[in-house]
């Protein structure tokens, strides 16, 4: 089965320091990867994505990902958060020729002044 | 740009109620998705649905659970009968393609009393 693991369960940082969030995930079989974020009392929005081609992809709000096979991770960084960066970071799987995406459990970042 | 909306945002039912969360996809989305999020837990797959019909479905998804497309644009979860392990966030999804990124409501919060 497959599973996906998000190493820190909260991540704080200082405001415009470089910080990365860490996904691991298992599978026999290819697959899709995807960071997520969640906002207070908001939705999943799709932060940026991996399905083929170059193995580090860009984002939205300038985050970016690396998808490394040999080490099954795509870990997410940012270069210098923002203030407005706090919010719940998911990473989520989609095995080729399957429909439902699995999730981490979620990376709480929180940016402190 | 195109989103999906749910409603009602917030949900209280009584327990042994039936209940019924609503989603608007995105309109060229073939796809549909529902998943739900108990609080503090991971976000889990409950069920897709393509060309009418249900595709892939977890353990979650029994027999008090059912998806329906009354219309060209409304995609439905139906709990029948309600129990209090049943309350959570409920998100939905739709995608152009099976392979392509979910994109997500903000979701319905379900609290059965």
């Known amino acids: 089965a497959q599973s996906v693991t998000q190493l820190d369960s909260q991540v704080p940082v200082f405001e415009e320091a470089p910080v990365e969030l860490r996904c691991n995930y298992s599978?026999?079989?290819?697959?899709?990867l995807f960071w997520y974020v969640q906002y207070p009392n908001q939705g999943l929005q799709l932060l940026l994505k991996?399905?083929?081609?170059?193995?580090l992809v860009k984002g939205i709000n300038g985050f970016e990902a690396e998808f490394n096979k040999s080490q099954t991770s795509f870990h997410l960084r940012k270069p210098s958060v923002h203030i407005s960066d706090t919010a719940e970071y998911f990473c989520?799987?989609?095995?080729?020729?399957?429909?439902?995406?699995?999730f981490g459990q979620g990376t709480r970042l929180t940016i402190n002044p | 740009e195109p989103e999906v909306t749910q409603t009602p945002s917030h949900q209280v039912t009584q327990m042994g109620q039936e209940v019924i969360l609503r989603c608007v996809p995105i309109?060229?989305?073939?796809?549909f998705y529902w998943y739900r999020q108990i609080l503090g837990q991971k976000v889990e797959f409950l069920v897709s649905?393509?060309?009418?019909?249900?595709?892939?479905k977890s353990e979650i998804f029994d027999d008090q659970f059912s998806v329906e497309r009354p219309d060209g644009s409304n995609f439905t979860l139906k709990i029948r009968s309600t129990k209090l392990e049943d309350s959570a966030m409920y998100f939905c999804?739709?995608?152009?393609?099976?392979?392509?990124?979910?994109?997500f409501g903000d979701g319905t919060r379900l609290s059965i009393l």
């Open positions: 989520a799987v989609l095995i080729e020729g399957a429909q439902k995406l699995v």
């Open positions: 309109s060229n989305h073939l796809y």
């Open positions: 649905f393509y060309n009418n019909e249900i595709s892939e």
């Open positions: 999804a739709s995608s152009s393609f099976s392979n392509q990124p979910q994109h």
């Open positions: 599978s026999s079989v290819s697959v899709y």
């Open positions: 991996y399905l083929s081609g170059s193995t």
